[in-house]
């Protein structure tokens, strides 16, 4: 079904694999074969430097929705800001039915509208796209790259290459600066076959990511899906897959296409972005992943991970047993303080689940919501209480939808048909009841990403599935059932679209910016804190201390309700690490002190007795220690922090709080470690098994000469766990560039372009 190569792969006319086992005979060196990828084409065009080892990108246009472009256009006004040099686009598809927060929504809509209007933007109102699906129908384009302010900035089966990265790094772009990486690995995804009658595309990509994620195959990675199998996918089927990619850790996603691509553009009024992408005659790739497309079934990721995959066949027929397996994983995200059980979930030896959503941008397709209507057909969810929603990803689906029938046919089933919205992804919007477990295709199913709050007691799990399966658990009332059970001839609806719903409701400034237009500000919409440099020598307090195998950004900052805080620094900060380690905000505040005392010129041993010990034990070995040289603040330890989302307030939030680095064996991805850098913290790495970790929660770390090292390029970094002794450890900064350095010397990126 799956083959994960172990070495390089030659492809060769885009069909005949050959392993690079070191002794192939191949009409073209390595180097000259692995510019032949797609990837290598789209990058090279992007990068404004000869180096092709280092490269520094340009993108053809960004993307944020309303949880981030109002933090990030704030950074950017204090950076200097005058206007967009490259289309940006604003969408509100986060917020826009949250009413939490009584004006916080419309106040950061309207900041939006009139950002767009003053620097030259693209506005997007409520409940008209979701941001994924208008750059899909709007922005892609053969060979070029978005960068967008959400982790699922995935258009690659449009020939897009898209990165979804925190906002800072869109911030350098609005800067009219790059986005510097080393040239990434490009590993081939190759499909053969063709899915059979029910097999959707999430059950695809949870496939792949059950394969890929763990052992992670593809991190950091670009994934370019190639073979004879990408011709037997619809567009929308290559969509549903690509979307998904962003939960195997990869760097970004490019598909090869075709006429079945150049018809989506065709329909769309914009074949003229159409280009048509393949790898050369002799392509060369890190790595291969060979999908056999005819032997996937329908799957299910049970909580609390995408990659947490088993056929759903496979559940029916084991349920007692999977379930006793997914209770033990949860138990290392949720620990002791959540009785948590599924076994309550089995009803007369099937299933029962109490919640179905397609929903988003991996749901919301056309075509998935077509096939669901097709199976529940004639047929109806019942009056228990399972509840069945479907939220299509934009106006013009909705519309084509409602022009065709399938609308209507949902909601004589019981459906409860929504506007293009992201909250069933992100936890604002369907919230199950406490306990209950809901079936979902849309992206993630972390803990409490779907909106209970473990802290108040309340439980609930989401486990992912395509469509198709969720309308076939829907047609049996609840009790999970594969789509391979259903007997139904899908339709196979063609999809028109009709662009007058975004000619009468966008805003478009077609690039043109008015410096008159005042920026309306809701009192909620705060200015970013002002932030120190890094200094001569630091202390850190570890204040939270995480042994999870990995650690989301969703547990670093909650989703859901909190987002309503999201234009207000300090008030989202509030919020850190709230579900994971309550007691963060108060510790991270007290070590605060020392440090805001140091900026008004104050004796930090004044405002937090703990140092005077601690510096007195330092000054044993560094007596001018603390004489104007020094800075305090906190620190987290997490084992892999930073897979999910690329939003920003996972570091920002910590930084408010004086943070000042993290300590890790490993980040989770490279978008979690640049936020972390353009917040101005130290992204620590200690080869130390975290069970056997030199320090622990409470502990002070002394760091000597931190700004030196910084300066001189020093990889491996001396300090010194304070206890009745100093002693000695290692962490290591890993790569780091030139700006990334300077960034972190000078507090933060809003300070590095002030100068």
């Keep these: 079904m799956i083959k994960l190569y172990e070495n390089g792969v030659y492809l060769k006319n885009g069909t005949e694999i050959v392993e690079d086992t070191g002794n192939v005979n191949i009409p073209a060196t390595k180097e000259e074969a692995a510019r032949n990828t797609i990837a290598y084409g789209i990058l090279s065009a992007h990068n404004t430097v000869s180096d092709m080892e280092h490269l520094q990108i340009k993108f053809d246009t960004l993307t944020s929705h309303d949880i981030t472009f109002v933090g990030i256009i704030q950074t950017a006004r204090a950076s200097g800001l005058e206007k967009f040099p490259i289309p940006y686009v604003l969408t509100n598809c986060h917020n826009s039915l949250c009413a939490v927060g009584g004006t916080i929504n419309e106040d950061d809509h309207m900041f939006g509208l009139t950002c767009a209007k003053k620097y030259g933007g693209v506005y997007v109102p409520p409940h008209q796209a979701v941001i994924h699906q208008y750059a899909r129908e709007m922005l892609a384009g053969g060979g070029k790259m978005i960068l967008g302010s959400d982790s699922h900035t995935r258009y690659g089966a449009l020939g897009t290459m898209a990165m979804g990265e925190g906002g800072p790094e869109l911030v350098k772009q609005l800067l009219d600066k790059t986005y510097d990486i080393k040239m990434p690995d490009v590993i081939g995804i190759y499909l053969d076959g063709e899915p059979a009658k029910g097999v959707g595309p999430q059950d695809v990509a949870l496939e792949i990511i059950g394969a890929t994620f763990g052992n992670g195959y593809v991190n950091n990675k670009v994934m370019e899906f190639v073979g004879p199998g990408v011709d037997k996918l619809s567009a929308d089927f290559r969509i549903g897959i690509d979307v998904m990619t962003t939960e195997t850790t990869c760097l970004s996603s490019i598909w090869k296409t075709d006429k079945k691509i150049h018809e989506y553009y065709e329909i769309h009024g914009r074949s003229g972005d159409y280009k048509e992408l393949s790898p050369g005659v002799v392509a060369y790739y890190d790595g291969m992943v060979y999908v056999n497309l005819s032997e996937i079934k329908p799957m299910i990721a049970m909580p609390f991970h995408p990659s947490n995959v088993y056929t759903i066949d496979e559940v029916n027929a084991n349920l007692k047993d999977v379930l006793h397996e997914v209770e033990k994983k949860a138990l290392v995200s949720l620990g002791s303080t959540a009785d948590y059980s599924l076994q309550d979930k089995i009803v007369g030896g099937k299933l029962y689940v109490e919640q179905g959503i397609i929903a988003g941008c991996a749901g919301g397709g056309f075509e998935n919501i077509c096939a669901a209507a097709d199976i529940i057909e004639g047929k109806n969810i019942g009056s228990d209480k399972f509840t069945f929603s479907v939220y299509p990803a934009s106006m013009p689906i909705y519309m084509e939808l409602v022009k065709n029938g399938v609308a209507a046919e949902l909601i004589a089933a019981g459906t409860v048909v929504k506007t293009a919205f992201c909250g069933p992804c992100f936890g604002a919007g369907d919230t199950p009841a406490n306990n209950a477990f809901s079936i979902r295709h849309s992206t993630r199913n972390f803990p409490n990403r779907e909106g209970s709050k473990l802290q108040s007691g309340q439980i609930a799990s989401v486990a ?292």
């Design 464 to 755: 992912l599935m395509d469509a198709r399966s969720i309308a076939a658990t829907a047609a049996n009332r609840g009790f999970l059932t594969s789509a391979e059970a259903m007997d139904v001839e899908y339709k196979g609806q063609k999809y028109y679209f009709d662009k007058r719903i975004y000619e009468n409701r966008v805003f478009d400034s077609k690039g043109v910016a008015d410096s008159s237009v005042k920026i309306q500000f809701g009192p909620n919409i705060k200015d970013w804190p002002k932030m120190s440099p890094l200094p001569e020598n630091l202390v850190l307090k570890v204040v939270s201390e995480i042994h999870d195998p990995v650690t989301t950004t969703d547990e670093l900052i909650p989703s859901g309700e909190t987002s309503s805080y999201r234009s207000n620094p300090l008030g989202l900060a509030e919020f850190t690490l709230s579900r994971k380690d309550p007691d963060y905000v108060g510790r991270a505040k007290e070590v605060q002190a020392a440090q805001k005392a140091i900026e008004a010129n104050i004796c930090p041993l004044d405002v937090l007795e703990e140092l005077k010990p601690v510096m007195a034990k330092v000054r044993e070995k560094y007596p001018h220690a603390g004489e104007g040289n020094i800075g305090v603040g906190s620190a987290i330890f997490a084992v892999k922090p930073g897979d999910g989302s690329a939003r920003e307030q996972a570091a920002s939030c910590q930084k408010v709080l004086g943070g000042w680095a993290n300590i890790a064996n490993e980040y989770a991805t490279k978008r979690y470690r640049s936020n972390l850098i353009n917040w101005g913290m130290l992204p620590f790495l200690t080869d130390t098994d975290h069970e056997n970790l030199p320090f622990k929660n409470g502990d002070y770390i002394f760091v000597p000469d931190i700004r030196k090292a910084v300066e001189e390029k020093e990889d491996g970094i001396k300090a010194y766990v304070v206890h009745d002794s100093l002693e000695e450890i290692q962490f290591h900064l890993g790569d780091l560039t030139n700006a990334e350095r300077e960034i972190i010397l000078k507090g933060c990126l809003i300070n590095y372009y002030k100068g």
